[in-house]
């Protein structure tokens, strides 16, 4: 048996590993989408490394679409098994792989406006929406604890990772030459005592275990500090300068958090009376999908919703949906909040508001979450003075700001946490992913001091025999 990294190796997006038996069968452990590697991007896209064809099953752990947003491609270049995933995990792939197709279809459209102009050949989307639907019949739902028996020589069971609504660390037990063999991959691990999910889940031994590592050098700020931190802002920039807060924000998780505290602060009779926009079609369709699937929140919000029906709705908040009536929020001069996709500010309607407004002092940027080195996002956070922005120049005059604490993904202690149910001198081997090269290096260290034996730090398309 063998495994193979062809993503989020060395690198926290494209989510996609294989676990290759000696019959010939290969489990596809996520299948995600490169974000953020500046030009390298498009090519790492267009090569997966590996042929769909060969590939017998695939199982997601989760929606974010650097775990699911190649799945399009990989059953138009020929993969036709399941999808076995979270039943959350289906409804919410569904609208963010339409919504990935429509920007992929997009983009092309303006790109080949340009080219033709120049002359030059048309391109084509990694996939359109079409693509996209021919998707969503192989979703099999698997609930988390239900053992799945996939054939005779491979079973798994989901377990919640706490990471996102529906998201799932996978355990796969694989029977080869007599001996039965169980490999766990983590997914994205979440943050014990979430505000809203619940927290991840223990899970059986494992022989061998892929464990993602993005906070894996450092410890988030505590979560009780969100809240008062967007009340500071939205003082600051609307209320004090009469600006407007402008903040990149994922559609799924990192929207509704900033929903559900600016809720709580209005429950408390302390949220200003200022308009509150969600800028983003997917937005509103996520938001949704998340009521509807409540069951998954943790005690807390489950408590407060019998005095609070909507935990994720206050006064003064509209979601738009028209893009005029997007258009229109860059020509009013009036304070408010623009809460738009996407987080890293690298594509969607937010990068429109940024560059509307930028070049003005009174108005603030808030960054809510991770950024990779490259992406807009990142390079705000340096502190960059001027930004290319649909390749125009922009002077950076307005003021950019962090929450460091908002992040989904769990920080040190949390990935510890999560591994503690472990008996560390039985796992084989432990495969470092989705991170930094330089952060798993510092996370590789604290694990073998913890008693790991063998840790590994893939590089993209690397392959392992498993003992």
């Given at each position: 048996?063998?495994i193979?990294?062809?993503?989020a190796?060395?690198t926290?997006?494209?989510?996609?590993?294989?676990?290759?038996?000696?019959?010939?069968?290969?489990?596809?452990?996520?299948?995600?989408?490169?974000?953020?590697?500046?030009?390298?991007?498009?090519?790492?896209n267009?090569?997966?490394?590996?042929?769909p064809?060969?590939i017998?099953?695939?199982?997601?752990?989760h929606?974010?679409?650097?775990?699911?947003?190649?799945?399009?491609?990989?059953?138009?270049?020929?993969?036709?098994?399941?999808?076995?995933?979270?039943p959350?995990?289906?409804d919410?792939?569904?609208v963010l792989?339409?919504?990935s197709?429509f920007?992929?279809e997009?983009?092309v459209?303006?790109?080949?406006?340009?080219?033709a102009?120049?002359?030059l050949?048309?391109i084509k989307?990694l996939?359109?929406?079409?693509?996209a639907?021919?998707v969503?019949p192989?979703?099999?739902?698997?609930?988390y604890r239900?053992?799945c028996?996939?054939d005779?020589?491979?079973?798994?069971?989901?377990?919640?990772?706490?990471?996102?609504l529906?998201?799932?660390?996978?355990?796969v037990?694989?029977?080869?030459d007599?001996?039965?063999?169980?490999?766990?991959?983590s997914g994205?691990?979440?943050?014990y005592?979430?505000?809203?999910?619940r927290?991840?889940?223990?899970f059986?031994?494992a022989d061998?275990?892929?464990?993602?590592?993005?906070?894996?050098?450092s410890?988030?700020e505590?979560?009780?500090?969100?809240?008062?931190?967007?009340?500071h802002?939205?003082?600051?920039?609307?209320?004090e300068?009469?600006g407007?807060l402008?903040?990149?924000?994922?559609?799924?998780?990192?929207?509704?958090?900033?929903?559900?505290?600016l809720?709580?602060?209005?429950?408390e009779?302390?949220?200003p009376?200022?308009?509150?926009?969600?800028?983003?079609?997917?937005s509103a369709?996520?938001t949704e999908i998340?009521?509807r699937?409540a069951?998954?929140?943790n005690?807390h919000?489950?408590d407060?919703?019998?005095?609070?029906?909507?935990p994720?709705d206050?006064?003064?908040?509209?979601?738009i949906?028209?893009?005029?009536d997007?258009?229109?929020?860059?020509?009013?001069?009036?304070?408010?909040v623009i809460?738009?996709?996407?987080?890293?500010?690298?594509?969607?309607?937010?990068?429109?508001?940024i560059?509307n407004?930028?070049e003005?002092p009174?108005?603030?940027i808030l960054?809510?979450g991770?950024?990779?080195?490259?992406?807009?996002?990142?390079?705000?956070?340096?502190?960059?003075?001027e930004?290319?922005?649909?390749?125009?120049?922009?002077a950076v005059?307005c003021?950019?700001?962090?929450?460091?604490s908002?992040?989904?993904h769990?920080d040190?202690?949390?990935?510890c946490?999560?591994?503690a149910?472990?008996?560390?001198?039985?796992?084989k081997?432990?495969f470092?992913?989705h991170?930094?090269?330089a952060?798993?290096?510092?996370?590789?260290k604290?694990?073998e001091k913890?008693?790991?034996?063998?840790?590994?730090?893939?590089?993209?398309h690397?392959?392992f025999k498993?003992?």
């Amino acid at each position: 048996m063998n495994i193979s990294f062809h993503g989020a190796a060395q690198t926290v997006t494209g989510s996609k590993h294989i676990i290759h038996l000696k019959n010939g069968k290969k489990i596809l452990l996520d299948c995600g989408l490169f974000q953020g590697m500046g030009a390298e991007t498009l090519e790492m896209n267009t090569h997966f490394g590996f042929d769909p064809n060969e590939i017998t099953y695939m199982i997601l752990s989760h929606a974010h679409i650097d775990h699911s947003g190649l799945l399009p491609k990989l059953v138009k270049e020929g993969y036709k098994g399941n999808i076995y995933c979270t039943p959350a995990t289906a409804d919410l792939t569904t609208v963010l792989l339409q919504d990935s197709a429509f920007i992929q279809e997009a983009d092309v459209a303006f790109s080949n406006k340009r080219r033709a102009v120049q002359g030059l050949p048309y391109i084509k989307p990694l996939y359109t929406i079409a693509d996209a639907n021919n998707v969503f019949p192989l979703f099999v739902k698997v609930d988390y604890r239900q053992v799945c028996k996939i054939d005779d020589d491979i079973s798994f069971q989901f377990t919640d990772a706490g990471h996102i609504l529906g998201s799932a660390a996978v355990h796969v037990t694989i029977r080869e030459d007599g001996t039965e063999k169980v490999i766990t991959f983590s997914g994205d691990v979440g943050r014990y005592r979430d505000v809203i999910l619940r927290s991840p889940e223990t899970f059986p031994q494992a022989d061998y275990i892929i464990i993602e590592s993005t906070y894996g050098d450092s410890l988030h700020e505590e979560y009780r500090e969100v809240k008062e931190d967007l009340l500071h802002h939205i003082t600051e920039t609307c209320i004090e300068n009469r600006g407007k807060l402008i903040m990149p924000a994922f559609s799924v998780g990192r929207t509704q958090e900033i929903l559900f505290a600016l809720n709580q602060l209005e429950l408390e009779g302390r949220l200003p009376d200022l308009p509150y926009f969600v800028d983003s079609p997917l937005s509103a369709k996520t938001t949704e999908i998340i009521k509807r699937h409540a069951n998954l929140y943790n005690k807390h919000v489950q408590d407060l919703m019998k005095t609070d029906k909507f935990p994720f709705d206050f006064k003064g908040l509209k979601f738009i949906q028209d893009v005029n009536d997007s258009k229109h929020l860059n020509s009013q001069k009036q304070p408010m909040v623009i809460i738009s996709a996407s987080g890293m500010a690298e594509a969607g309607r937010v990068k429109h508001h940024i560059a509307n407004n930028i070049e003005n002092p009174r108005n603030r940027i808030l960054m809510t979450g991770y950024c990779e080195p490259h992406s807009l996002g990142a390079r705000l956070l340096r502190g960059d003075k001027e930004v290319k922005i649909f390749r125009e120049e922009f002077a950076v005059k307005c003021s950019i700001g962090a929450i460091r604490s908002m992040s989904a993904h769990g920080d040190y202690d949390d990935l510890c946490q999560f591994l503690a149910c472990q008996d560390n001198h039985l796992v084989k081997e432990l495969f470092i992913v989705h991170g930094e090269y330089a952060v798993q290096q510092t996370f590789k260290k604290r694990m073998e001091k913890k008693g790991f034996k063998s840790v590994q730090i893939p590089a993209r398309h690397q392959k392992f025999k498993l003992a």
